[in-house]
């Protein structure tokens, strides 16, 4: 079911929201690409993800060099900082199995919309 | 692979030790292999055999590191390769020991480096000529000298192809494995085909330059016996979060006489750890157990005896030991545990792994 969340103009980049529909806890996020939304719990120990903002994160390398890629695409959790894609919900490089869930956003006219199955 | 075989051994599996230590008497026995100059430079300073380990802060509580009854006629245990084969080999018969000889090891100790390389050397012909000649299932680790990389590269590449060379045996300065100062080493080794291979030298703890023991200094002999695992652990950390396997991918490394115990706890907290800080290390591309399964390999003595020994087993089990750990008895040494008496427990795939199968790769040694 789609549901109307607010205008375009009242997310800023990088950043969240905290959608509640129903009982589900969700978190809209604002990316250079577009919207995408999340559960607002890490599934490793629970904490909200809403304090945090998206941020990028150092890609696979060769020793001793860094490369910084991703730009405001990841989603590194405020504690144990795993790392996942906002755009998927998939962890980062094979870190680990658990995913976040996530859900279908779209804009149309400057409304945003989630949809929650 | 190679399958169980009867051969006609007490263990009734076909074997391979990759801890055994052949040791020299004096210092005169190395001299067919010195140049002369260099001989007439020793003979000078008068160092003999007690001069190759200098005193360590550690002495034997009970008087030595050897086993009493290992004692050739003439001579200190391990000095005698006729003695060895006929005290170990001949009644267990392993297919292959690995010798690692401890005395050229524990130079790690001295700073005049061309003395060193040029002692080192001697050993490794010496026991290339009087032991893997003497009796094929002798091979030899020869031995670097981690004091000047390139001339150890250099020794590797003067003997690596010799029959009677199966590894490379580094001894640690206090500089951890995963460091580029190693390189020159590891890049002679990978050309050569030979695995690298470190061992405690005896000397750890007690000068300055080699390897440091954790939080302090340990009082007695037992208490640094027991702490000499923090060294393994240290290296193990270093080599997998300095990506050293992503430079050098075929690169094979094992810890001989560390045990085993405690690399199950190491791997647990290595893998969560670089599940939350991967970025410090984004070289690193994939869980580190995953690494130290494939590249890295451990052999079994001293082993740990849990007063029930399935809990051993079970630990094997839960590591998934048998891809990555070697059967070793430190022959002559005090602690070393005997091929017939120890890892009965395991099944049969286990024990054929552990003690042939790894170490058969690991070496090249079919």
New interface residues.
Partial sequence: MKEYIGNTEQFAENECRKIRIGKKKLLVWRTKEGFYATREECPHQGVSFECTKLTG???????????YGMDGLVLRCPW????FDVRTGEP?????TKTIKTFPVSVEDNKVFVEVT | MAVVEEVGNKIGLKYIDCDVHPMINNLQQLYPYIPENWKRRFEFQNIDITSLKLPSRYVHPAGGTSRPDAKPEKGIPGSDPAFAKKQYLDPFKPHKVILNPLQPSAMVSWTNVEAIVTLTSAFNDYYLEEWTEFDQRFTLAMTVAPHDPLQAAAEIRRIGDHPGVSAVFLPLLNTLMGNPYYYPIYEAAIEKDLPIITHVTGQEGSFVGVPALSGGIPRSYTERYVNLIQIAQSNLSSIVFEGLFEKFPSLRVAFVEYGFSWVLPLMWRMDKTWKELRIDTPWVKEFPSEIIKKNIRFTTQPLDEPENLSHLKHMIEMMDGKEFLMFSSDYPHWDNDMPTRVLNNLDKETKQKIFYDNAADFYRLS
Avoid at chain 1, 57 to 67: A, D, G, K, R, V
Avoid at chain 1, 92 to 96: A, D, I, K, S, V
């Fill in positions: 994160t150092m890609m696979p390398s060769n020793p001793n060099e860094f490369e144990h900082k795993w790392e980062l490089f094979g870190t680990e």
